[in-house]
Nanobody
Framework: QVQLVESGGGSAQAGGSLRLSCAAS????????MGWYRQAPGKQRELVAT???????NYADSVKGRFTISRDNAKNTVYLQMNSLKPEDTAVYYC?????????WGQGTQVTVSS
C-alpha cells in the first residue's frame, strides 16, 4: 500500500488560512486520484475535495470557493489550500489515495479554527 504523510495542520482564527500537504510514497502517485476528507468529533468522515490524475477537481459544497486542492506529481504531493476558514471547518483532515488495488489513508492532521 501507499504510505501517506500529512502535514500543515494547526490552529487558525476564523477568516484565516492554512495549507495542508500530503506526501505519498512509491512511484505510482501520478495515476492516483487523491483526496482530502475530514472528520469532526461525533460526526462521520466526509469528503472535502478530490483531484484526479488528469487534474479534474471536485469539492464539497461547504468548501467551494474557499478551499483549493492541487497536486505536484514531481514531488508526489497533494495540497489543500484552505482560506476563509470557519469554526465548522474544525476536524481531523485525512489524505486518501485511490486507484485499482490502492485504497490508502494518511494518519490525519488536526485543524482547529477559533471564532
Amino acid at each position: 500500500q501507499v504510505q501517506l504523510v500529512e502535514s500543515g495542520g494547526g490552529s487558525a482564527q476564523a477568516g484565516g488560512s492554512l495549507r495542508l500537504s500530503c506526501a505519498a510514497s512509491g512511484s505510482g502517485f501520478r495515476i492516483y486520484t487523491m483526496g482530502w476528507y475530514r472528520q469532526a468529533p461525533g460526526k462521520q468522515r466526509e469528503l472535502v475535495a478530490t483531484i484526479t490524475s488528469g487534474g479534474s477537481t471536485n469539492y464539497a459544497d461547504s468548501v467551494k470557493g474557499r478551499f483549493t486542492i492541487s497536486r505536484d506529481n514531481a514531488k508526489n504531493t497533494v495540497y489543500l489550500q484552505m482560506n476563509s476558514l470557519k469554526p465548522e471547518d474544525t476536524a481531523v483532515y485525512y489524505c486518501h489515495a485511490g486507484f485499482i488495488g490502492v485504497n490508502s489513508w494518511g494518519q490525519g492532521t488536526q485543524v482547529t479554527v477559533s471564532s
